[in-house]
């Protein structure tokens, strides 16, 4: 924290008890100006928080920032709610003391908010167990809810608390939430039925009308708009643009879910929302004699049916009361403003005793529940979310008894907030002096004072027969407490006070003000009287909640019930017990303007706040002794190098080392006193002089170390490395003799099974050959070669061998085109007939199969004419030799899809269908003769074809795919035999020569010599 004060000039102090002019208001509020232009919204004084609203969203609450203040003390991170989340947290589990966080502001300043924060910051940090998971749950859910049933939307706030809020959490001993415990305290009941202009009733009403299901609203008999209802339309503002309430209703829904609640209670609990709808759109007529009369009999129908009562009883009650006089019962109708009255009383008394079930059924839910028997033993952190002190330009009994509270808090506070210093001193032994303070006992008597007290006047003018009202009742505390210092009245007042006041108001001089209090309504809203007949029609109802919320009891209890004032005191009176036997933190806060707009800072209304909170008051007594204390380890550890004497360290006692060090600083005996374990430093200067030094000193710190602290630095960081260095080595060779220790062994054993001895070496031998198939992979389809694998991996590198070829292949095959791929199928197709059968197929293999040998302008266009519409596929020149004299004589070869065609320049010489070609025949030579064989018995044909070609590989497989007859070439060595018509036969003699002839030999048969060009 101290790390911050070299930066108070642009973001002040991170607590106000380090202000130099601490009295000063003006300063108060420009630190916090400064603070909050810079979006640091929290402040302290000593061990109150200070916190501003920002109006917009900081990323300062993610898991982060909590983890960033677990555990650390208190003034060792920047002010943050989380500090006095986790500061409470920690003396609960280390002294075994229950704490209480109290959160106070006016509406608007964020009080609810910070209440979610601390309860958040414990769901996260806290020990968790699936148990306490749902203990966690339940209560970070019980906010949606309550703030559905207790919040409004109000000139201030569109949030605000309608209700004071008291939460007990309860840890057991491993630091663990498992339950919880609500207390809830002047809910704003006249928010049912009356609103100000631009505010809302509770915004439970509007969530079910906006965001409840179409079934469910038909069966409440509501409509899907807010201006149908007169509880709704007041304050004339359905609308705003902060809340969306239809997805508010599904929170709600789910938050009652997890809470507990049944769907049974959830349905009779919309009903009673419903109801208190329904019962607003009640109309009164008046009868001639003044009597009213309900003039709406449709709303009767809803109400019997959602409250579970008889109808005609219930519209009995809303136009009469009964009367006990003299043990009998009389029914005295009401007159319009009676009756609407009462209606309202009724829809007040509904909600108001709901809204209790609801917090007790949460409680229910959280309650601690172990099968321990020292269950009894857990430990608790309240949580105090309440109205700060109020005052508008109209205060009435609710704003008397908010004050009151506050009143009663401030005396609290400023009692515990004495009586923990003056523990810290004497346990220091550090003489305390007493501090002079405004000790508001005096206001809190003047209210709650018995038979003389404001409560008590009141209490007796409620229930005094006779004509008693709202002005008697100022005309009592006129005559009863008229001369108290810190209260007047219009009557009591001088001249100048009753031009501000009005003859039916009364002024109380409180702690943190003046405030003017208007009597009207005081008495109907402390008297909070419902008729008898209402009640006992309540009573009657089906509904299971309202049966538990009015108690036939109170029936026959002939008492008068407590008033609406005294309950409160009563309330407030357990309030202060329960907070009296607790450890107190305080969390302060402010609204910074009342537009709820982000970096508006208005002075005006920030100084009403200060003033009302009472925030200068505490800032005045925490530094009435010593501004500043920290332990001496904390002080020695920041400070100690402004002194030779303590740095770089100190060996001695660490007051001793204090002692010392402030000696050397130079300060003066009256500026600071020395503890037990802690340093307390009166004046701020003195402190910020010496952050000052320490600051300079910093800068120049690197530059005044001496030579010999350099080199003996120097030398101890050489002999760490060198060694370092050398354990590195030496740990090096004992990896390298081990490794080579284990090669060997596993070299001896490798051809054994795997086994402990062997196993380092196959693994090195498998790793080897892996790398080096991997350097050495073939690079294509053609390349065959594979590097030789060890014994132990032959299968595995067959395997891996095929699956690289296939994917080579796979991958070569999604690569080419269609035409290549059709040249492939040609290459395959004479693969499979001419491979190592015919001698010059090897060299045909590098050469590309042309589609033609012969363009369009080669062949005589009578040719195609006679070829009519059979497509050509393929043409070739050829050499046939005649069969008599085998005298050659040049030809064409064309293939058709259907036959293969022998021409001669205009003229088709031969037609060979491919069905009537019965095979063909070639020699193994390198020679291009070959036979197309005829049937004999085909009149057509003048015996078998033979033909010479020079591109004889390709002139054949073209003929096979045409002819589909891959299977019927014959590659003959020696001879060949066809028919040369009329029943004789023909021979063709090959043999291997050094030039290829073809001629007629003298044995009348034709002799082909061929070189040979391949050796098979």
């Known amino acids: 924290m101290e790390s911050a004060l070299t930066a108070r000039d642009r973001v002040g102090v991170q607590d106000f008890v380090l202000l130099e002019n601490h009295t000063s208001e003006a300063a108060f509020i420009e630190n916090l100006r400064k603070r909050f232009k810079e979006n640091l919204i929290y402040t302290y004084i000593g061990s109150v928080l200070v916190s501003v609203n920002p109006y ?91 703030e559905a049933f207790g919040n409004a939307k109000t000139l201030r706030n569109d ?66 708009n807010p201006q149908q209802y007169q509880y709704l339309v007041k304050g004339n503002c359905p609308k705003v643009s902060s809340i969306n309430d239809r997805s508010d209703w599904k929170v709600v829904r789910k938050a009652l879910s997890v809470i507990g609640f049944s769907e049974d209670e959830v349905e009779e609990l919309l009903n009673i929302i419903a109801s208190v709808l329904h019962l607003g759109n009640i109309q009164y007529g008046g009868e001639d004699s003044g009597n009213a009369y309900i003039t709406t009999d449709t709303q009767i129908k809803y109400l019997a049916r959602l409250l579970g009562v008889d109808g005609l009883v219930l519209k009995e009650a809303l136009t009469h009361k009964t009367i006990i006089a003299k043990g009998e019962e009389l029914k005295s109708p009401l007159n319009l403003e009676q009756a609407s009255s009462a209606r309202d009383a009724l829809s007040k008394a509904v909600y108001g005793r709901t809204f209790t079930w609801l917090v007790n059924k949460i409680n229910v839910s959280l309650a601690y529940k172990s099968s321990n028997a020292h269950s009894t033993n857990a430990s608790v952190i309240g949580l105090l979310d309440i109205y700060g ?49 405004f000790n508001n006992k ?13 409560i008590s006047i009141l209490d007796e003018e409620c229930l005094r027969p006779g004509d008693a009202s709202d002005i008697t009742f100022l005309e009592k505390l006129e005559n009863t407490v008229g001369g108290h210092a810190h209260l007047t009245t219009h009557k009591l007042a001088d001249g100048k006070t009753r031009k501000v006041m009005g003859r039916e108001e009364f002024r109380l001089l409180h702690y943190a003000g003046e405030v003017n209090y208007n009597v009207n ?56 017990e329960i907070l009296m036997s607790k450890e107190p933190s305080y ?16 002075d005006v209304l920030i100084r009403h706040q200060v003033k009302y909170l009472g925030l200068m008051e505490n800032l005045r007594v925490r530094r009435a002794g010593f501004a500043y204390r920290r332990h001496y380890e904390t002080f020695l550890q920041r400070y100690k190098s402004l002194c030779p004497e303590t740095w770089p360290s100190w060996q001695g006692k660490l007051a001793d080392g204090v002692s010392t060090l402030v000696k050397h600083l130079g300060y003066k005996p009256e500026e600071y006193k020395l503890g037990r374990s802690k340093i307390f430093i009166r004046f701020p200067k003195t402190l910020f002089a010496t952050e000052d030094a320490l600051e300079t000193r910093k800068h120049s710190l690197g530059e005044r170390v001496t030579y010999h602290m350099v080199l ?50 196959l693994d090195y031998v498998r790793y080897s050959f892996l790398m080096k198939l991997r350097r050495n992979l073939p690079k294509s389809v053609l390349d065959k070669s594979w590097p030789t694998a060890p014994t132990a991996l032959i299968e595995a590198s067959e395997q891996l061998r095929k699956l690289y070829m296939q994917n080579m292949v796979w991958g070569y095959c999604k690569r080419i085109n269609p035409e290549w791929k059709h040249q492939l199928e040609q290459k395959m197709v004479a693969s499979e007939i001419f491979k190592n059968k015919k001698d010059n197929y090897p060299q045909s293999v590098p050469k590309l199969f042309m589609g033609t040998r012969l363009n369009g302008e080669e062949i005589n266009p009578k040719v195609l004419q006679s070829l009519g519409s059979e497509k050509m596929k393929y043409a070739v020149p050829v050499t046939k030799y005649d069969r008599k004299g085998y005298k050659a004589r040049p030809r064409q ?16 010489k031969q037609r060979i269908d491919y069905a009537a070609l019965k095979g063909i025949s070639v020699s193994s030579l390198s020679d291009g003769v070959f036979v197309l064989h005829v049937p004999t018995e085909d009149k057509k044909q003048k015996g078998d074809v033979v033909l010479q070609s020079d591109h004889i590989i390709e002139t054949l497989t073209k003929v096979a795919i045409c002819a589909d007859k891959v299977n019927s070439i014959n590659i003959n060595q020696g001879s060949i035999t066809f028919t040369m018509g009329q029943g004789k036969e023909g021979i063709i003699d090959f043999t291997s020569g050094s030039e290829l002839l073809v001629a007629k030999a003298k044995n009348g048969h034709l002799s082909v010599t061929a070189p040979r060009l391949n050796s098979r």
């Open 712 to 761: 003996v630095d120097a030398v101890v960081v050489q002999a760490w490395w060198r060694g370092i260095l050398a354990c590195r080595r030496a740990q090096r060779k004992r990896q390298a003799a081990n490794t080579i220790r284990r090669f060997i062994k596993g070299f001896i054993y490798r051809h054994n099974e795997r086994c402990p001895e062997n196993e380092y070496f």
């Open 56 to 146: 917009k969203d900081l990323e300062i609450y993610t898991k982060n920032h909590m983890e960033r203040y677990r555990g650390v003390n208190f003034y060792e991170v920047s002010p943050h709610v989380y500090a006095v989340s986790d500061n409470s947290y920690r003396s609960m589990r280390t002294e075994r003391r229950d704490q209480c966080i109290l959160i106070s502001g006016e509406s608007g300043a964020g009080k609810t908010e910070a209440s979610k924060k601390i309860l958040q910051y414990y769901a996260v940090t806290c020990p968790a167990s699936d148990q306490v998971e749902t203990v966690k749950d339940r209560l970070l859910q019980s906010n949606p809810v309550l």
């Open 389 to 437: 002190f109020e005052v508008f330009q109209h205060n009435s009994f609710e704003q008397f008894c908010i004050n009151y509270c506050n009143e009663k808090l401030q005396q609290l506070f400023i009692e515990l907030t004495l009586k923990s210093e003056q523990d810290e001193y004497e346990a220091e032994g550090i003489t305390w002096e007493p501090v002079q303070y």
């Open 893 to 908: 070869l064309l293939l058709t899809s259907n036959c293969a065609v022998i021409v001669e320049e205009a003229k088709l």
């Open 442 to 454: 005096i206001i809190c008597d003047l209210v709650e004072e018995k038979f003389k007290g404001i």
């Open 521 to 576: 309504g005081f008495l109907d809203k402390n008297n909070d009287l419902l008729f008898r007949n209402l009640k006992e029609v309540m009573c009657m109802s089906d509904n299971k909640i309202l049966t538990q919320c009015f108690d036939r009891a109170e029936l026959k209890d002939s008492k008068r019930p407590e008033t609406a004032a005294t309950q409160f005191k009563t309330s407030l009176a357990k309030l202060m």
């Open 159 to 224: 949030n605000s608390s309608r209700f004071g809020k008291y939460m007990d959490i309860q840890f057991d001993f491993k630091g663990a939430p498992v339950g919880g415990h609500i207390l809830n305290y002047l809910l704003e009941k006249s928010r049912v039925v009356h609103q100000n202009h631009g505010e809302r009733n509770f915004h439970i009403f509007y969530q079910l009308i906006e965001g409840g299901e179409e079934d469910l609203l038909r069966r409440l008999g509501l409509e899907r």
């Open 587 to 602: 969390v302060r806060c402010i609204k910074p303007n009342d537009a709820k707009q982000a970096g508006r800072f208005d």
